[in-house]
């Protein structure tokens, strides 16, 4: 501050003692003063009027002469323009590489503001699902992608806050198939990833439609063998060595046949056949039946209970009902020891209904329960030795649940028993008018 | 003026809201025409009569929009560029309501389709008409959400190749009734089928119009394509 109003102050001394100077000379120093004055006041204007010509030219080659103070700043501002010059090109080109890695990109990738708005999506996603990368910035995607899953899926997404995912046919191609996964970030603003399942799914039928020929396959030369092994036990004129083995290899071919079937129920459950049928089910009348055919086993729990306590019917396809309720009590039958108690339970409330299955026996690890639904999974070999299953009862479960929009639930203590617990949704559930039936017990044995 | 300003962007909300439902209900309708046409192709009664079951959705849409418009016009009194989208809307919400029951339709024959006899060539012809016609209501809705006159010019073009089809296939149709009488019956319901097909093209075309009508201002129904394609061009190029 001082040394600006030194200089100023230097300098109107200087101008003031020329003005005394001419005035000593040749007489009249006011008059040097005012012309003075006003011959400094318009060189400066005609120099502020030069600088501001050059600032307003948006990218000048080069400076401009000026003399004095004037060229310093000349030189402060070219200097500043440059460096922005620099920094822009460096933004620029930093953008353009993203650009560039963004669409190289396989899956497309959409970001959208609070209101839905494309606000830039890469080429993969223009491709797949037919936008325009730049004339539709700003629309409302679901009014470009406006298939009725997408949508709804996207208002959930805005308001459960969570991350979920949609199939839907691409809207260029129905043979392509699109999986589109929504996920929130910043403010209200959501990404959206799509990606090309088409291989993936084709992929998933070879493998269902593998599974149920082969099986097929498997059967036919199966159902010979065992036919002969059969005649071969009730043989009188075979040699008692040969009893033994027989039996085994007669039990062993069951064994395989129970799988085959098991695997065949199981690829039928996940052939896409889209709704189940919506006959009403009586499952009070299925789940007597399963209790009947439990006491008829040979071995079994002593007491085997079944508590119904809602005359609730289900939606749903009786035989696909029926294999997963009867699977799960079996699974329960023979994890229990004989002394043990097996439950079944059929309960309603505003939740929807459950099926329970509650039993006393070995019980699950906690850290095996989440894989005790996957195919020919075992707990541990020592168990599976004993137990003659296929190994796949509770995938068949699993999937007959999920056919009818139920869950599976699992809840286990090793040593003191498990409770798997079958839900179904309200829509799924049908009560009948004269609905009050308390607590109808029927006891074991 | 701080008041009109606020009036004025709730007005742009309501309208964008309306322009969304109106997409909405398109997609909903060409999803309707889509499970229609794959539930006759695969023979699957119980599909079909769920199009058909579902059809109250796009009723109920239509209604809701409707119902909003006159709110819109009686509330704002929207002038020239409002005013003509006001317009187009609700004279594209009956088209799709049309065609809502052209799915409706193909729904029921479907049912019907899948318990008689297969032809051998397993429906080729109605899926190839469907998938077009599909296209067809895509790029129409398309063409209505991006305010695109010429896509939608487009579209009107590709409504003779529909034309074309359908006859192909009442062509066939005859021969196959002639070489064969007894499959009279199910050769009429495909018959059927394709003519609801066709017409789904026919509603599809009108929607275009509406969007050069809503873009352009000009009416360009019961004209030939020139005229239309130069509607569409004149007055800039597209965005409004």
Redesign the interface.
């Known amino acids: 501050m001082l040394a600006a109003w030194s200089y100023a102050v230097l300098r109107v001394c200087g101008l003031v003692l020329l003005a005394l100077a001419g005035g000593w000379v040749f007489g009249y120093p006011w008059l040097w003063l005012i012309v003075l004055a006003l011959g400094f006041l318009a060189w400066q204007l005609a120099n502020l009027h030069r600088l501001e010509r050059w600032l307003a030219v948006r990218d000048p080659r080069g400076g401009i002469e000026a003399p004095g103070k004037w060229a310093d700043v000349v030189a402060h501002v070219g200097r500043l323009r440059r460096r922005n010059r620099m920094r822009k090109r460096r933004l620029a080109e930093l953008l353009r590489e993203f650009r560039h890695s963004t669409d190289a990109l396989p899956d497309g990738a959409i970001l959208l503001n609070r209101r839905r708005e494309i606000l830039w999506c890469n080429e993969a996603a223009a491709r797949l699902l037919?936008l325009?990368a730049h004339?539709?910035r700003g629309?409302?995607i679901?009014?470009?992608i406006?298939?009725?899953d997408?949508?709804t899926h996207l208002e959930r997404a805005g308001s459960a806050g969570g991350r979920s995912s949609v199939e839907l046919a691409s809207?260029l191609d129905?043979a392509v198939l699109l999986s589109m996964q929504t996920i929130p970030y910043g403010d209200r603003q959501n990404l959206v990833l799509v990606k090309d399942i088409t291989y993936q799914a084709k992929l998933e039928q070879v493998r269902q439609d593998f599974v149920a020929n082969a099986s097929h396959e498997l059967r036919s030369p199966l159902t010979v063998i065992s036919g002969y092994l059969d005649d071969l036990v009730e043989d009188e004129k075979m040699p008692a060595v040969w009893g033994g083995p027989i039996r085994e290899m007669q039990r062993q071919s069951q064994r395989m046949q129970a799988i085959i079937g098991d695997l065949l129920e199981l690829s039928r459950l996940e052939a896409p056949g889209?709704?189940t049928?919506h006959n009403e089910i009586d499952v009070a009348a299925l789940l007597a039946q399963i209790h009947r055919e439990t006491l008829a086993l040979e071995r079994r729990p002593r007491d085997v209970v079944l508590t119904i306590d809602t005359e609730a019917r289900l939606l749903g396809r009786e035989s696909e009902i029926y294999s997963a309720f009867s699977n799960l009590v079996a699974n329960a039958v023979k994890f229990t020891p004989e002394a043990g108690r097996i439950e079944m339970r059929w309960r309603a409330d505003s939740l929807g209904a459950q099926m329970s299955v509650i039993d006393t026996g070995v019980g699950i690890p906690p850290e095996s329960i989440p894989r005790v639904t996957e195919r020919f999974y075992r707990l541990d070999g020592g168990r599976a030795r004993r137990s003659s299953g296929t190994g796949l009862g509770l995938a068949i479960v699993k999937h007959a649940l999920q056919k009818h929009q139920g869950m599976l639930e699992i809840e286990s203590e090793p040593g003191r028993g498990s409770t798997f617990t079958c839900r179904f949704p309200p829509e799924r559930i049908v009560v009948p008018v004269e609905n009050q039936i308390p607590h109808d017990q029927v006891p074991g044995t | 003026m701080e008041l009109a300003q606020h009036i004025s962007r709730r007005f742009d909300e309501d309208l964008e809201g309306l322009r969304s439902s109106v997409l909405a209900m398109g997609g909903l309708v060409q999803e309707q025409v889509a499970e229609a046409v794959n539930a006759l192709v695969i023979g699957d009664s119980e599909r079909g009569l769920q199009v058909a079951h579902d059809d109250h959705k796009v009723n109920d849409m239509e209604v809701a929009i409707d119902e909003e418009c006159s709110r819109i016009i009686a509330r704002r009194s929207p002038t020239a560029g409002d005013l003509r989208l006001i317009v187009a809307i609700i004279k594209t919400i009956t088209d799709l309501e049309r065609i809502g029951d052209e799915a409706e339709k193909i729904g029921f024959l479907a049912s019907r389709l899948a318990a008689m006899e297969r032809p051998s060539n397993n429906y080729r012809e109605i899926r190839h008409l469907g998938r077009h016609v599909g296209q067809m209501i895509n790029n129409a809705l398309d063409a209505f959400a991006r305010l695109d006159t010429a896509a939608a010019v487009e579209v009107v073009k590709a409504d003779s190749v529909v034309d074309e089809e359908y006859e192909l296939i009442s062509r066939q149709s005859i021969t196959f009734m002639m070489e064969d009488p007894r499959n009279i019956r199910r050769i009429l319901d495909v018959m059927w089928a394709a003519r609801s097909l066709e017409r789904v093209g026919d509603h599809a075309k009108n929607i275009c119009e509406y969007v050069i009508y809503m873009v352009q201002g000009q009416d360009v129904r019961h004209t030939d394509l020139s005229r239309m394609e130069k509607a569409a061009r004149d007055g800039g190029s597209g965005g409004a």
Do not use: I, M, Q, S
């Open positions: 037919g325009r004339a539709d629309l409302r679901d009014n470009l406006r298939h009725p997408f949508v809207p129905e889209g709704e049928e």
